[in-house]
């Protein structure tokens, strides 16, 4: 019987094992973020909710307990987000580390993950300083 199976050159395998490495380090760290900026969003809403339901009076709760549970509410989403960008930021400069000890990763990919990274960090930072003035909000209500 003929092998009509192309032979596969050993340097491409070993290109194609370290492209899905480096993807595989990229998209842990980026996945278990975005779980985790939906559980702040999902905090975040129901905050906000309860909160307009007090003040329209929807449900019957005391002003000013329906801004320390919203304010709470907000405050761990907060902390869930921040704990959740610095282990981001461990896992993914372990990954850029990882990407400058293979041999064939180039500056270039390494950099481009440490932008990548710094991209999350920084939108990360920016919905914190978001959830900051929401706060503020809900206190010079009342």
């Given at each position: 019987?003929?092998?009509?199976?192309?032979?596969?050159?050993?340097n491409?395998?070993d290109?194609?094992?370290?492209?899905?490495?480096?993807?595989?380090?990229?998209?842990?760290?980026?996945?278990?973020?975005?779980?985790?900026?939906?559980?702040s969003?999902?905090?975040l809403?129901?905050?906000i909710?309860?909160?307009?339901m007090?003040?329209?009076?929807?449900?019957?709760v005391?002003?000013r307990?329906?801004?320390?549970?919203a304010?709470?509410?907000?405050?761990?989403?907060?902390l869930?987000?921040?704990?959740?960008?610095?282990?981001y930021?461990?896992?993914m400069?372990?990954?850029?580390?990882?990407?400058?000890?293979?041999?064939?990763?180039?500056?270039?990919?390494?950099n481009?993950?440490?932008?990548?990274?710094?991209?999350?960090?920084g939108i990360?930072?920016f919905?914190?300083?978001?959830?900051?003035?929401i706060?503020?909000?809900?206190?010079?209500?009342?």
């Amino acid at each position: 019987m003929i092998n009509t199976k192309p032979q596969t050159d050993p340097n491409e395998m070993d290109e194609i094992k370290h492209i899905q490495a480096i993807s595989d380090l990229t998209t842990h760290p980026e996945d278990l973020l975005s779980d985790w900026i939906a559980v702040s969003g999902l905090m975040l809403t129901t905050s906000i909710l309860f909160y307009h339901m007090a003040r329209a009076k929807t449900i019957k709760v005391d002003p000013r307990l329906a801004k320390v549970v919203a304010i709470s509410l907000i405050l761990i989403s907060t902390l869930y987000l921040v704990y959740a960008l610095m282990t981001y930021t461990y896992r993914m400069n372990n990954t850029v580390q990882h990407c400058r000890e293979f041999k064939k990763c180039t500056d270039k990919q390494a950099n481009q993950i440490n932008n990548i990274k710094n991209t999350y960090i920084g939108i990360g930072i920016f919905t914190v300083l978001a959830q900051a003035l929401i706060v503020y909000i809900v206190l010079s209500t009342i």
